[in-house]
Nanobody, 122 residues
C-alpha cells in the first residue's frame, strides 16, 4: 500500500518560517514525482511546488520566491521550506506523488497524504 506521511505543521506568526516533511513508502519513490499541494480556506486544492526524480523543480504562484522544495531519494523524503509566511498561506498541506513526470494540476495526482495543518496569524 502507498503511504505518504506529512509532519511539521503548526502555528506561526506572519512573516515567520516553517518546514514541512513527508516520508513515502510503497511505491517507486526514486523514479516518481513528488509534490506539495494545499487546501486553504474558501478555495479548492491548489498546486504549491513539485520536484522531479532528477531534482528538477517547479513553483506555482502561491509559493514562488518564498518556498523551497527538496527531496532525498535515499531517505524517501520530500521537504518544503516555507519562508515569509502570510495569513493566506493558512490551510492543510498535502504531500502527493504520481508516476513519472510531475502533473500540472491537483486532480492528476493519484496519491495524497492525510495532510498537516498550517496556521499563520497576524
Amino acid at each position: 500500500v502507498i503511504e505518504l506521511v506529512e509532519s511539521g505543521g503548526g502555528s506561526v506568526q506572519a512573516g515567520g518560517s516553517l518546514t514541512l516533511s513527508c516520508v513515502g513508502s510503497g511505491f517507486d519513490y526514486y523514479r516518481d514525482c513528488m509534490a506539495w499541494l494545499r487546501q486553504t480556506k474558501g478555495e479548492g486544492p491548489e498546486m504549491v511546488a513539485t520536484i522531479e526524480s532528477d531534482g528538477g523543480t517547479r513553483y506555482y504562484k502561491s509559493a514562488r520566491d518564498r518556498f523551497t522544495i527538496s527531496r532525498d531519494n535515499a531517505e524517501k523524503t520530500v521537504t518544503l521550506w516555507m519562508n515569509s509566511l502570510k495569513v493566506e498561506d493558512s490551510g492543510t498541506y498535502y504531500c502527493a506523488t504520481d508516476v513519472a513526470s510531475c502533473p500540472r494540476y491537483t486532480y492528476e495526482f493519484e496519491h495524497w497524504g492525510q495532510g498537516t495543518e498550517v496556521t499563520v496569524s497576524s
